[in-house]
């Protein structure tokens, strides 16, 4: 599976783009559709804390008219932004001039037929709704539901279900919080929404538990479904067993049928109707197992890596350090590690497989493990529903990479 890079984008954490249909770029080069600043800094009086404009989640609406709707979130608040374009304006009003001052009636003689013209195109982003003040904790995930008319949003210990129609009440669904916070034995890490059944999602925790719930079956999913859980090999077992056992990143497939968790060193794919251990288990960067005593000395080993299905279900990728992002093929059991840096991503680069050598000779293409830089990770990662496009967030540039033609 080769791909090439095509173009880097400054990506700012604030402002997303989105690819114009006016402009006809050629195949695999964005231009800016819009920007706009999605959250302002804020300040909690109560808690003495400042709440930073910094958008955790973007998550999109089906198109159904020629807007886009999308929701973005921060830590506290939720907003849903409609993204809509004019390219076109009235003229020969009868009630106002044109630049818009309101004409006297009695100075009105004749009636005239307003004509429309063309202008250049103008892109607009509106907040339609704000949902604000549910979460005590910070928020990490939303997922809009399959019928489009509910989402969920969770923080820590509480997932809350909303309707798109209404700011000012969520219905909390899940609550782990304990009655005493010492007992705190784990928090909720992502919750998503199952692609075509509207009743069913799942969150993964940070004890390396995914719990799958039915709301069908209760209004307060306080008791899951199922609970997918790994037994823990004892040979395996450390001191960090607990903290790289957290499940940082959970994706249910296309199809609906599967589910990826990324836990700390791998990612494994879940059956729905299995919940005693998973189908399939990539290991994303063994090497590092002995590292990590430094990993947790310089907090590494918390750091949150997300992962993402192809559109076929095919094929699973997910990031790494040194900018590196790993791709798995699930049927021929390949696995690829490519790296996203500015010096070798020019357009129509193919990008050469990288290796990384853990001790004994290195071959000269390998890269040592202790050449590892920890500061370059790969946290986000995204991949084209149909076509084979993937986007990849090294920590201040957006690459796009795309099958070779």
């Known amino acids: 599976m080769h791909h090439h890079c095509t173009l880097i984008i400054e990506y700012l954490e604030k402002y997303f783009f989105i690819q114009s249909k006016n402009s006809i770029p050629r195949r695999g080069e964005y231009n800016v559709y819009s920007t706009f600043q999605s959250h302002e800094p804020e300040f909690d009086y109560l808690k003495s804390l400042e709440i930073e404009e910094k958008i955790n989640k973007i998550r999109w609406l089906k198109r159904k008219n020629p807007a886009h709707f999308l929701l973005s979130t921060n830590d506290k608040t939720i907003k849903l932004w409609k993204v809509s374009e004019r390219d076109k304006r009235v003229e020969g009003y009868n009630t106002k001039e044109e630049n818009g001052a309101i004409r006297d009636p009695a100075c009105i003689t004749a009636l005239r037929v307003p004509t429309i013209k063309p202008m250049e195109l103008m892109v607009e982003a509106s907040p339609r709704r704000i949902f604000a003040n549910a979460h005590t904790y910070h928020i990490n995930s939303i997922s809009v539901n399959s019928d489009q008319e509910t989402y969920l949003s969770a923080d820590d210990l509480r997932i809350n279900l909303w309707h798109l129609e209404i700011t000012d009440q969520s219905f909390n669904i899940v609550d782990i919080k304990p009655t005493n916070m010492e007992e705190l034995t784990e928090v909720i890490t992502a919750a998503e929404f199952h692609p075509v059944e509207c009743n069913v999602l799942v969150y993964s925790s940070s004890k390396g538990t995914i719990r799958l719930c039915d709301m069908r079956s209760a209004a307060l999913c306080d008791h899951h479904s199922k609970l997918f859980e790994e037994p823990e090999d004892p040979t395996n077992k450390s001191f960090f067993s607990e903290i790289i056992s957290s499940i940082s990143d959970v994706k249910l497939s296309n199809s609906g049928r599967y589910m990826i968790s990324r836990d700390y060193l791998s990612v494994k794919v879940w059956d729905l109707q299995m919940?005693?251990?998973?189908?399939?288990?990539?290991?994303?960067?063994?090497?590092?197992?002995?590292?990590?005593?430094?990993?947790?000395?310089?907090?590494?080993?918390?750091?949150?890596?997300?992962?993402?299905?192809?559109?076929?279900?095919?094929?699973?990728?997910?990031?790494?350090?040194?900018?590196?992002?790993?791709?798995?093929?699930?049927?021929?059991?390949?696995?690829?590690?490519?790296?996203?840096?500015?010096?070798?991503?020019?357009?129509?680069?193919?990008?050469?497989?990288?290796?990384?050598?853990?001790?004994?000779?290195?071959?000269?293409?390998?890269?040592?493990?202790?050449?590892?830089?920890?500061?370059?990770?790969?946290?986000?990662t995204a991949w084209h529903p149909s076509e084979n496009v993937v986007a990849v967030a090294a920590t201040n540039n957006l690459f796009l990479f795309q099958d070779k033609l």
Do not use: Q
Request: proline share 4%; net charge positive; aromatic share 10%.
């Open 275 to 380: 919940e005693t251990k998973p189908i399939e288990c990539y290991p994303v960067h063994e090497y590092l197992r002995s590292k990590l005593c430094s990993l947790y000395e310089n907090d590494c080993i918390f750091d949150k890596f997300e992962c993402c299905w192809s559109g076929n279900d095919c094929a699973i990728m997910t990031g790494s350090y040194n900018n590196f992002f790993r791709v798995f093929d699930r049927n021929t059991k390949r696995d690829l590690t490519l790296e996203a840096a500015r010096d070798i991503a020019k357009p129509k680069t193919l990008l050469k497989p990288r290796k990384v050598c853990t001790g004994g000779k290195r071959k000269k293409d390998e890269i040592s493990v202790d050449c590892l830089d920890f500061n370059k990770k790969i946290l986000h």
